[in-house]
């Protein structure tokens, strides 16, 4: 990922997620030290926000116990480009987000969201339905016209849609097939991250690829419900914990490697299988390797 230059010095994104877990009692500035470049703390501008569990709050405000802190520096360009329509007609398309990029706007308004790039590209009467992580890149299925809203929300609400998510992980388990149902509930020691019930009612199939690069093995992740962090928490439960993920993986990595690079869907009655084009897709994900090896993970 290129380094973009911002007023406080050269950072990976400008907007930063950091889950703090101590020490407390000191305060914002004294726990973003270690996060953000010496100059940032000295040239705080209005256009920049910080937010504790979704509070906006100042420098000098003491932290008193566990919080999730995000950061936003100011007006910025998506790290890797706009989103792209991969397919549409009249009613609905499907729209490739690319990493770096909130799903809907967030709470500092300045800031890009595949919502605000939709309604300058199709109109403000555009639906999404459905969410992918700030960090995480893939494709969405939209309604563009209020007359579909319905059946595209249907389609995920009722589990219709197939979502195929490609990942990647450090860890080489012995299993090549895994379905895990497991509730994704509210992590006690954190407000916001989640954690993995004793209960079912989150749906993940997990699908080995047996694909090894560089000491890095690629997995396949099909959710048939759509909790909040879903994949990344049931990864992490099944001992394959995603490279990049800042909260529940590995950190070795400039970005979370999560993408969902395929999606199946009825329409005018057919099935429709769609793809991330191979210029569009990030680095990491052999597009054509999973398109040629559809029959280990298609389902």
């Given amino acids: 990922?290129?380094?973009?230059?911002t007023?406080?010095?050269?950072?990976?994104?400008?907007?930063l997620e950091i889950k703090y877990y101590g020490p407390f009692g000191v305060q914002v500035n004294e726990a973003l030290r270690k996060y953000l470049p010496t100059s940032f703390l000295y040239d705080y501008?209005?256009?920049?926000?910080i937010f504790l569990n979704g509070k906006p709050v100042q420098l000098n405000e003491q932290i008193k116990s566990p919080v999730f802190i995000e950061v936003f520096l100011g007006e910025t360009e998506p790290a890797e480009g706009k989103p792209t329509i991969i397919w549409e007609n009249d009613e609905i398309a499907v729209v490739f987000k690319p990493s770096q990029l909130a799903t809907q706007p967030t709470r500092f308004l300045a800031e890009p969201s595949l919502k605000l790039f939709l309604s300058s590209m199709i109109s403000?009467?555009?639906h999404i339905p459905s969410r992918l992580d700030y960090g995480v890149s893939g494709l969405i299925l939209i309604s563009k016209v209020p007359k579909r809203h319905k059946f595209v929300h249907d389609l995920y609400a009722k589990k219709i849609i197939k979502k195929f998510y490609l990942f990647q992980s450090s860890n080489m388990p012995h299993w090549s097939y895994f379905f895990l149902n497991r509730a994704i509930v509210r992590d006690n020691l954190h407000p916001v991250l989640r954690t993995v019930g004793s209960t079912q009612g989150a749906e993940t199939l997990f699908i080995n690829l047996k694909k090894k690069t560089q000491d890095v093995y690629s997995f396949v992740a099909r959710p048939y419900t759509g909790?909040?962090?879903q994949i990344r928490v049931h990864a992490k439960y099944v001992k394959v914990p995603i490279l990049g993920d800042p909260f529940y993986g590995e950190l070795d990595h400039s970005e979370i490697k999560l993408c969902c690079f395929?999606?199946?869907?009825?329409?005018?009655?057919?099935?429709?299988?769609?793809?991330?084009?191979?210029?569009?897709?990030?680095?990491?994900v052999d597009i054509e390797w999973l398109e040629y090896y559809q029959q280990l993970w298609a389902f």
């Fill in 227 to 229: 909790k909040t962090h």
């Fill in 124 to 126: 403000d009467s555009c």
């Fill in 45 to 49: 501008s209005s256009r920049s926000s």
């Fill in 262 to 284: 395929c999606l199946e869907f009825p329409y005018a009655g057919s099935w429709l299988r769609v793809f991330i084009p191979k210029e569009l897709s990030p680095p990491w």
């Fill in 1 to 5: 990922m290129t380094q973009k230059k």
């Fill in 7 to 15: 007023p406080y010095g050269k950072l990976k994104t400008a907007r």
